[in-house]
Each structure stands twice: as structure tokens, then as C-alpha cells.
């Protein structure tokens, strides 16, 4: 088995580096397709942010976007909401009475 882990792989999507990191994926996206071998091939790659080339070379069934994800845990609850609200139009009134 062979297993390359490329972390922050949107770094690598700069102008320096965009042709050895083109090369790199497609090998072992060849390998990975190859009938004639028994090897497996495992290249997780990870971003913070989104990449541009490096997704355009896999399916959109075989990515896991986690942008999305966080963006659900920014949103407040229901009462977190109400709470600071509150904590808003209590501290008004108190800059008013003054």
C-alpha cells in the first residue's frame, strides 16, 4: 500500500510549485487507476481553505468539503440569539438613562 498524506495542499497551489504538485497528483492518481497492480493507493489531501486546481482533478462525489460544516456552528442558537439581544437593548437603555 502506499499512503501520502498531503496536508495544506492549497499551499501548493502557488506558481512555484504548481507543476511538481500537478505531477504528484496525477502519478498517484494513475496509480491508484491502474488494473495491472495489486497496490492500493490512499492520498488524503487537506486544506483549511478550498483549492482551485488541485479539486478540478477529482470527481465532486469523491471530495469532502468541511467549509460548509463549520459554517453551521457559527450561526447561534434560537436563545444564544434572544440572550444577546437582550444584552444589547439592556446596555442601551442603560447608555440612555445617563
Do not use: H, W
Amino acid at each position: 500500500m502506499v499512503f501520502c498524506l498531503l496536508d495544506r495542499v492549497v499551499y501548493y497551489e502557488r506558481k512555484e510549485f504548481e507543476d511538481n504538485m500537478a505531477f504528484l497528483l496525477v502519478t498517484l492518481l494513475c496509480l491508484s487507476a491502474r488494473g495491472d497492480t495489486d497496490t492500493a493507493v490512499k492520498a488524503p489531501l487537506t486544506s483549511q481553505s478550498g483549492t482551485v486546481s488541485v479539486r478540478q482533478l477529482f470527481l465532486e462525489d469523491l471530495t469532502l468539503l468541511m467549509e460548509p460544516m463549520a459554517a453551521l456552528y457559527d450561526v447561534p442558537s434560537p436563545a444564544r440569539f434572544q440572550r444577546q439581544l437582550e444584552e444589547i437593548q439592556e446596555a442601551q437603555v442603560e447608555g440612555t438613562d445617563e
